[in-house]
């Protein structure tokens, strides 16, 4: 199972978490005042609680320094806003990224498993990337994250002699019931591989890429081909593989963070990064699929982002803007929203499984409604 990024366990952290604090709901005020339905006055308000910002080794898109320079960056999107704040932070984030950099490779030239907390979107050097790659695209730190990534993508040989991805993590998959001796490689959006893909795939589209881009991206692909089943229920993806052999992929909750949506964003980007129109076609028939079974929707009872329905509703709306066939996405948008609405509302306030941002998915998907700010770039959907 994949997880949201735990709970900061002190009040500092839990004020500078993307995830589930104040900061995280900035996102949403940010948003309403660049669409003039909200102040920056609330959003001055809301930034003010977040106190001196973390930069120790547990700094990441979601938390602390790199956190703050992300919501600073949608906030100043039309305009010189914070110019101050984001000039000092962009260092502060240079300089956290090679330290965290430095380690990653190190940890490769010893011979160790990778963890999550190394790579993946929520704690790792692909959140950071994603950040880079608004502030700085043409930095040398976005350029060194990139290389690190296609690194990670080659195979690695084990304490058992035998190959594995590169991206094999040595713990057991979150989830009280799963036993998994000898780790596993992820697969999903938010702790997988599919995170580095779709950072890469991004990268390319805005014209920046290094030395084996394709060669990475395509050895991922392959990866997830191997791992791939489909049957009269569509196609879909295990959210994991161990040494025992790929978990169950019974139809499961289409969500973003491990589920066929994310997924199936993550290849249609990188199939048009690599000019592969089958890969882009058979990503798209799986969201399809998937939101023609009732048995997945129903399984998604929470509004929330990262597992709910708020998640499923932005993931079609970015599949439909570069789909072959846009209306086949955009008109199952007021069914994902009648789902939406008549779902309980979340219990937290806070943005990855809370009230902010779901309505920042709701909003988004009004007739008619013009994004403000790619606020969803910190979920790699755009």
Known sequence: MTTAPPRPATETAARQSLAH??????????????????????VHRQLATIGPLIDTDDASLFLGAPAMAYVLHLAATDGNRYAGALHTLDGIVAAHTRRRLDAAHARIEQGHHATFAEYDLFRGLTGLGAL?????PTGEE???????????????????????PGWWVGHAPAGPTVTSSGGHANAGLAHGIAGPLTLLALAKRRGITVDGHDTAMARICRWLDQIRQSDHRGTRWPRWISKAGPAPALPAAPSWCYGTPGLARAQQLAAIALGDQERKQMAERALLYCL?????????????????IGGLLRTVQ??????EVPHLFTDRLPQISRRFLAAGPPQETGFLEGAAGAVLAFQSAEPNAVPATDWDACLLLS
């Open 142 to 164: 976005t350029r060194r994250v990139l290389e690190y990534l296609i690194r990670l993508t080659e195979p690695v040989t084990g304490p058992t002699g035998r190959p594995a």
């Open 292 to 308: 023609s079974d009732p048995y997945q929707l129903d399984q998604l009872t929470g509004r929330g982002l990262c597992h709910g």
């Open 21 to 42: 604090g104040p900061l995280g709901t900035a996102l949403l005020h940010t948003d309403r005042a660049h669409r003039g339905t909200g102040t920056w006055q609330a």
């Open 132 to 136: 880079l790659l608004r502030r700085r």
């Open 318 to 323: 970015r599949v439909a803007q570069d789909a």
